[in-house]
């Protein structure tokens, strides 16, 4: 059993800063690709940054050079440090994981978690 625990969203002026978090907790052999997604309303999903095994990175073109993502092996968490936020960022953010398992690799996704952004 894996579980994914989101934090770090809220409400926050244009301009301003978020730093959200997602711990992974369970029974895995490993981390392949971890990431963030977001889905604003009427709208799909859509992916925001990825970090793989060996820490390559890929961002979105809407947000490059404003968010970074990161992570912490020790805890099994990826971070995802938004500055500079606009209106158009705000969405409901979702971590993803993709884990290996003795039967294969399997993909996950978190609760989400709201980022609100004031004009």
């Known amino acids: 059993q894996v579980q994914l625990v989101e934090s770090g969203g809220g409400l926050v002026r244009a301009g301003g800063s978020l730093r959200l978090s997602c711990a992974a907790s369970?029974?895995?052999?490993?981390?392949?690709?971890m990431g963030w997604y977001r889905q604003a309303p009427g709208a799909q999903r859509e992916l925001v940054a990825t970090?793989?095994?060996?820490?390559?990175?890929n961002y979105a073109g809407a947000v490059k050079d404003r968010f970074t993502i990161s992570r912490d092996n020790a805890k099994n968490t990826v971070y995802l440090q938004m500055n500079s936020l606009k209106p158009e960022d705000a969405g409901v953010y979702y971590c993803?994981?993709?884990?290996?398992?003795?039967?294969?690799?399997?993909?996950?996704w978190g609760q989400g978690t709201q980022v609100t952004v004031s004009s």
């Open positions: 993803y994981y993709r884990f290996t398992f003795v039967y294969g690799a399997r993909d996950y």
């Open positions: 970090m793989s095994t060996g820490g390559s990175t």
């Open positions: 369970g029974r895995f052999l490993s981390i392949n690709t």
